[in-house]
């Protein structure tokens, strides 16, 4: 069974930083690239941060610079460390992994359940 626990939502003022976690099981991790997916209220989902699974990242333009990912391989985990938050960046975000179950299945995309981060003015 395929599981993606997200953690480290919350609330935090304006300026301040929040550290997402998102630890999985199931999934041939090392293999698979990670993704951190936000979805607003009343928007579409919208992909915000990718590592794949040789390292290399990739960032919307709108948190280029304040928002890091990174992954640690022997703990099966996927981190967001974001700073300098705003209002624009209140949202559920959900870990995303486009990864194979074993050897022999094809590649799929898992979602996890998501955590909600808050960002007041």
């Known amino acids: 069974q395929v599981q993606l626990v997200e953690s480290g939502g919350g609330l935090v003022q304006t300026g301040g930083s929040l550290r997402l976690s998102c630890v999985a099981s199931?999934?041939?991790?090392?293999?698979?690239?990670m993704d951190w997916y936000r979805q607003a209220p009343g928007k579409q989902r919208e992909l915000v941060a990718s590592?794949?699974?040789?390292?290399?990242?990739n960032y919307v333009d709108s948190v280029e610079g304040r928002f890091t990912i990174s992954r640690d391989n022997a703990k099966n985990m996927v981190f967001l460390q974001m700073t300098s938050l705003s209002p624009e960046d209140t949202a559920v975000y959900f870990c995303?992994?486009?990864?194979?179950?074993?050897?022999?299945?094809?590649?799929?995309?898992?979602w996890g359940q998501g955590t909600q981060v808050t960002v007041s003015s």
């Open positions: 590592i794949t699974r040789d390292g290399s990242t």
């Open positions: 199931g999934i041939g991790f090392a293999m698979a690239d």
């Open positions: 995303s992994a486009y990864a194979k179950r074993n050897i022999v299945a094809r590649f799929q995309r898992y």
